[in-house]
Protein backbone atom coordinates (compact mmCIF):
# COMPACT_ATOMS: atom_id res chain seq x y z
CA UNK A 1 0.00 0.00 0.00
CA UNK A 2 1.23 3.12 -1.21
CA UNK A 3 1.30 6.52 0.65
CA UNK A 4 1.11 9.80 -0.98
CA UNK A 5 2.05 13.40 0.53
CA UNK A 6 0.05 16.02 -0.86
CA UNK A 7 0.49 19.46 -0.72
CA UNK A 8 -2.72 22.04 -1.29
CA UNK A 9 -4.53 19.28 -0.49
CA UNK A 10 -7.47 21.02 1.01
CA UNK A 11 -9.77 22.03 -1.92
CA UNK A 12 -9.33 21.92 -5.78
CA UNK A 13 -6.59 19.52 -7.57
CA UNK A 14 -4.79 18.71 -4.66
CA UNK A 15 -8.50 17.67 -2.77
CA UNK A 16 -9.24 15.55 -5.65
CA UNK A 17 -5.69 13.98 -5.83
CA UNK A 18 -6.28 12.47 -2.38
CA UNK A 19 -9.62 10.97 -2.85
CA UNK A 20 -7.96 9.04 -6.54
CA UNK A 21 -5.74 8.06 -4.44
CA UNK A 22 -7.69 6.93 -1.48
CA UNK A 23 -10.21 5.30 -4.11
CA UNK A 24 -7.04 3.17 -5.51
CA UNK A 25 -6.20 1.89 -1.84
CA UNK A 26 -3.82 4.21 -0.68
CA UNK A 27 -2.87 5.87 2.40
CA UNK A 28 -2.16 10.16 2.73
CA UNK A 29 -0.67 12.83 4.44
CA UNK A 30 -2.30 15.72 3.57
CA UNK A 31 -0.84 19.53 4.10
CA UNK A 32 -2.55 22.67 3.84
CA UNK A 33 -3.32 26.19 6.07
CA UNK A 34 -6.75 25.14 6.32
CA UNK A 35 -7.11 22.29 9.53
CA UNK A 36 -10.96 22.22 9.15
CA UNK A 37 -11.10 21.36 4.97
CA UNK A 38 -8.33 18.64 5.57
CA UNK A 39 -10.45 17.03 8.89
CA UNK A 40 -13.37 17.09 6.94
CA UNK A 41 -11.44 15.16 3.74
CA UNK A 42 -10.04 13.00 6.56
CA UNK A 43 -12.97 11.53 8.19
CA UNK A 44 -14.24 11.41 4.64
CA UNK A 45 -11.66 9.17 2.78
CA UNK A 46 -11.52 7.22 5.92
CA UNK A 47 -14.90 6.32 6.48
CA UNK A 48 -15.21 5.77 2.83
CA UNK A 49 -12.15 3.25 1.89
CA UNK A 50 -10.90 2.85 4.87
CA UNK A 51 -7.97 4.20 4.19
CA UNK A 52 -4.85 6.66 6.85
CA UNK A 53 -5.20 9.73 6.27
CA UNK A 54 -2.87 12.01 8.41
CA UNK A 55 -3.29 15.51 8.56
CA UNK A 56 -0.49 18.24 9.03
CA UNK A 57 -1.77 21.90 8.96
CA UNK A 58 0.92 24.01 7.90
CA UNK A 59 1.78 27.38 5.91
CA UNK A 60 4.60 26.64 3.01
CA UNK A 61 5.01 30.31 2.13
CA UNK A 62 6.96 30.52 5.45
CA UNK A 63 10.66 29.95 6.07
CA UNK A 64 11.54 26.19 6.96
CA UNK A 65 8.08 24.86 6.00
CA UNK A 66 9.35 22.22 3.71
CA UNK A 67 11.95 20.61 6.71
CA UNK A 68 8.69 20.89 9.28
CA UNK A 69 6.49 19.08 7.03
CA UNK A 70 9.02 16.17 6.62
CA UNK A 71 9.82 16.07 10.14
CA UNK A 72 6.37 15.67 11.29
CA UNK A 73 6.01 12.81 8.99
CA UNK A 74 9.76 11.37 10.22
CA UNK A 75 8.32 11.70 13.85
CA UNK A 76 5.07 9.45 12.97
CA UNK A 77 7.53 6.50 11.28
CA UNK A 78 5.44 7.55 8.07
CA UNK A 79 6.87 6.40 4.44
CA UNK A 80 6.31 8.47 1.69
CA UNK A 81 6.26 6.87 -1.89
CA UNK A 82 4.39 8.87 -3.74
CA UNK A 83 5.02 12.67 -3.11
CA UNK A 84 2.52 15.24 -5.11
CA UNK A 85 3.73 19.42 -4.84
CA UNK A 86 0.35 20.85 -5.40
CA UNK A 87 -0.23 23.39 -3.23
CA UNK A 88 0.61 27.20 -5.50
CA UNK A 89 -0.99 30.67 -6.25
CA UNK A 90 -0.95 33.14 -8.87
CA UNK A 91 -1.50 37.02 -9.27
CA UNK A 92 -2.99 38.43 -12.29
CA UNK A 93 -1.90 41.71 -12.34
CA UNK A 94 0.79 44.47 -13.95
CA UNK A 95 3.90 43.47 -11.68
CA UNK A 96 4.60 47.16 -11.16
CA UNK A 97 1.30 47.11 -9.22
CA UNK A 98 1.99 44.51 -7.30
CA UNK A 99 2.60 43.43 -3.74
CA UNK A 100 6.15 42.64 -2.77
CA UNK A 101 5.01 40.71 0.19
CA UNK A 102 2.71 38.61 -1.74
CA UNK A 103 5.36 38.36 -4.61
CA UNK A 104 8.11 36.74 -2.13
CA UNK A 105 5.36 34.46 -0.67
CA UNK A 106 3.85 33.06 -4.21
CA UNK A 107 8.14 32.56 -5.02
CA UNK A 108 8.44 30.67 -1.46
CA UNK A 109 5.16 28.80 -1.88
CA UNK A 110 5.80 27.62 -5.59
CA UNK A 111 8.95 27.25 -6.07
CA UNK A 112 11.09 27.25 -3.31
CA UNK A 113 9.27 25.01 -0.70
CA UNK A 114 8.54 22.49 -3.83
CA UNK A 115 12.24 21.98 -4.21
CA UNK A 116 12.91 21.75 -0.72
CA UNK A 117 10.41 18.90 -0.08
CA UNK A 118 11.75 17.27 -3.27
CA UNK A 119 15.06 17.76 -1.90
CA UNK A 120 14.49 16.29 1.38
CA UNK A 121 12.50 13.37 -0.03
CA UNK A 122 15.06 12.45 -2.70
CA UNK A 123 17.64 12.28 -0.57
CA UNK A 124 15.08 9.92 1.64
CA UNK A 125 14.39 7.57 -0.66
CA UNK A 126 18.22 7.17 -2.52
CA UNK A 127 19.37 6.38 1.32
CA UNK A 128 16.91 4.07 1.64
CA UNK A 129 16.32 2.88 -1.77
CA UNK A 130 12.99 3.71 -2.32
CA UNK A 131 11.13 3.84 -5.59
CA UNK A 132 9.51 6.87 -5.23
CA UNK A 133 7.15 8.85 -7.25
CA UNK A 134 7.43 12.84 -7.60
CA UNK A 135 4.14 14.92 -9.50
CA UNK A 136 4.99 18.82 -9.72
CA UNK A 137 2.04 20.88 -10.44
CA UNK A 138 3.21 23.01 -13.03
CA UNK A 139 0.74 24.85 -15.88
CA UNK A 140 0.74 25.97 -19.33
CA UNK A 141 1.52 28.86 -18.26
CA UNK A 142 5.00 27.12 -17.95
CA UNK A 143 6.01 27.12 -21.95
CA UNK A 144 6.00 31.25 -22.58
CA UNK A 145 6.11 34.50 -20.87
CA UNK A 146 2.05 35.37 -19.42
CA UNK A 147 1.78 39.37 -19.13
CA UNK A 148 -0.35 40.60 -16.37
CA UNK A 149 0.60 36.93 -14.52
CA UNK A 150 4.49 37.20 -15.36
CA UNK A 151 5.59 36.28 -12.01
CA UNK A 152 3.37 33.25 -11.69
CA UNK A 153 4.38 31.94 -15.11
CA UNK A 154 8.08 32.39 -14.16
CA UNK A 155 7.46 30.23 -11.17
CA UNK A 156 5.98 27.48 -13.02
CA UNK A 157 8.43 27.61 -16.20
CA UNK A 158 11.00 27.08 -12.97
CA UNK A 159 8.63 23.92 -11.84
CA UNK A 160 8.43 22.89 -15.43
CA UNK A 161 12.38 23.08 -16.23
CA UNK A 162 13.26 21.77 -13.05
CA UNK A 163 10.93 18.76 -12.66
CA UNK A 164 12.04 17.31 -16.47
CA UNK A 165 16.21 17.79 -15.82
CA UNK A 166 15.40 16.19 -12.63
CA UNK A 167 13.43 12.96 -14.06
CA UNK A 168 16.47 12.56 -15.93
CA UNK A 169 18.92 12.42 -12.87
CA UNK A 170 16.91 10.30 -11.32
CA UNK A 171 16.27 7.62 -13.88
CA UNK A 172 18.50 5.60 -12.65
CA UNK A 173 17.76 5.74 -9.03
CA UNK A 174 14.33 4.21 -9.62
CA UNK A 175 12.67 7.16 -8.29
CA UNK A 176 10.42 9.02 -11.34
CA UNK A 177 9.10 13.08 -11.70
CA UNK A 178 5.93 14.21 -13.77
CA UNK A 179 5.18 17.59 -14.38
CA UNK A 180 1.42 18.19 -14.84
CA UNK A 181 0.63 21.05 -16.68
CA UNK A 182 -3.25 22.17 -16.36
CA UNK A 183 -4.60 25.03 -18.16
CA UNK A 184 -7.48 27.09 -16.63
CA UNK A 185 -9.67 24.91 -14.87
CA UNK A 186 -12.51 25.09 -12.45
CA UNK A 187 -11.19 25.62 -8.86
CA UNK A 188 -10.54 28.42 -6.56
CA UNK A 189 -7.53 29.68 -8.01
CA UNK A 190 -8.80 32.22 -9.98
CA UNK A 191 -10.53 33.65 -7.29
CA UNK A 192 -7.22 33.15 -4.82
CA UNK A 193 -5.38 35.25 -7.99
CA UNK A 194 -7.41 37.89 -8.86
CA UNK A 195 -9.11 36.81 -11.38
CA UNK A 196 -12.53 36.91 -12.68
CA UNK A 197 -14.37 33.94 -11.25
CA UNK A 198 -17.24 33.64 -13.62
CA UNK A 199 -14.57 33.36 -16.30
CA UNK A 200 -13.25 30.33 -14.30
CA UNK A 201 -16.55 28.91 -13.52
CA UNK A 202 -17.05 28.75 -17.90
CA UNK A 203 -18.96 25.17 -18.11
CA UNK A 204 -16.14 24.39 -21.01
CA UNK A 205 -13.58 24.24 -18.54
CA UNK A 206 -12.73 20.79 -17.25
CA UNK A 207 -12.99 19.95 -13.47
CA UNK A 208 -9.89 19.50 -10.78
CA UNK A 209 -11.39 15.75 -11.02
CA UNK A 210 -10.31 15.83 -14.67
CA UNK A 211 -7.26 17.17 -13.96
CA UNK A 212 -6.53 15.24 -11.22
CA UNK A 213 -7.64 12.06 -12.93
CA UNK A 214 -4.90 12.55 -15.86
CA UNK A 215 -2.22 13.51 -13.70
CA UNK A 216 -2.47 10.86 -11.85
CA UNK A 217 -2.69 8.61 -14.68
CA UNK A 218 0.67 10.10 -15.63
CA UNK A 219 2.57 10.10 -12.67
CA UNK A 220 1.86 6.26 -11.85
CA UNK A 221 3.33 5.86 -15.49
CA UNK A 222 6.25 7.76 -14.91
CA UNK A 223 6.17 10.56 -17.79
CA UNK A 224 7.95 13.21 -17.30
CA UNK A 225 5.80 15.93 -18.70
CA UNK A 226 1.41 15.66 -18.77
CA UNK A 227 -0.19 18.23 -20.48
CA UNK A 228 -4.15 18.31 -20.00
CA UNK A 229 -6.58 18.51 -22.63
CA UNK A 230 -5.86 18.64 -26.53
CA UNK A 231 -6.43 22.33 -26.75
CA UNK A 232 -3.89 23.39 -24.09
CA UNK A 233 -1.33 20.49 -25.61
CA UNK A 234 -1.74 22.51 -29.36
CA UNK A 235 -1.50 25.61 -27.28
CA UNK A 236 2.03 24.58 -25.67
CA UNK A 237 3.42 24.35 -29.40
CA UNK A 238 2.62 27.67 -30.11
CA UNK A 239 6.19 28.75 -29.07
CA UNK A 240 7.43 26.21 -31.89
CA UNK A 241 5.27 27.47 -34.17
CA UNK A 242 5.33 31.44 -33.77
CA UNK A 243 8.15 33.84 -32.11
CA UNK A 244 8.14 34.07 -28.62
CA UNK A 245 6.81 37.79 -27.95
CA UNK A 246 3.62 36.69 -30.40
CA UNK A 247 3.23 33.76 -28.17
CA UNK A 248 3.84 36.16 -24.91
CA UNK A 249 1.44 39.10 -26.41
CA UNK A 250 -1.38 36.74 -27.04
CA UNK A 251 -1.07 34.78 -24.13
CA UNK A 252 -0.81 38.26 -22.26
CA UNK A 253 -4.38 39.18 -23.70
CA UNK A 254 -6.06 36.37 -22.56
CA UNK A 255 -5.05 37.29 -19.03
CA UNK A 256 -5.85 40.71 -19.35
CA UNK A 257 -9.30 39.91 -19.90
CA UNK A 258 -9.22 37.29 -17.34
CA UNK A 259 -8.25 39.64 -14.76
CA UNK A 260 -9.54 42.51 -13.24
CA UNK A 261 -8.83 44.89 -14.45
Given at each position: MK??????????I?????I????N????V?V?R?????????????????????????????????????DQ????N????Y?I?N???G?????????PSR??MM???N???L????????S?????K?CG??M?V?S??????VPY?T??????A???SF?E??S?EL??D???V???????????????S?M???L????M????ED??????KK??????????????K?????????PRK?S????????K?????
Amino acid sequence: MKTALITGASSGIGKELAIIHAKNGGNLVIVARREKSLLNLKYSLQDEYGVDVEVIVQDLQVDNAAQLVFDQIASNNITIDYLINNAGFGDNQLFKQSDPSRNRMMMQLNMNALTELTHLFVSYWIENKICGKIMNVASTAAFQAVPYFTLYAATKAFVLSFSEGLSLELKNDNITVTALCPGPTKTEFAANSNMDQDLADHKMLPTAEDVARFGYKKMIRGQSVAVHGILNKAGTTSGKLFPRKISAYVAGQIMKKAGKH
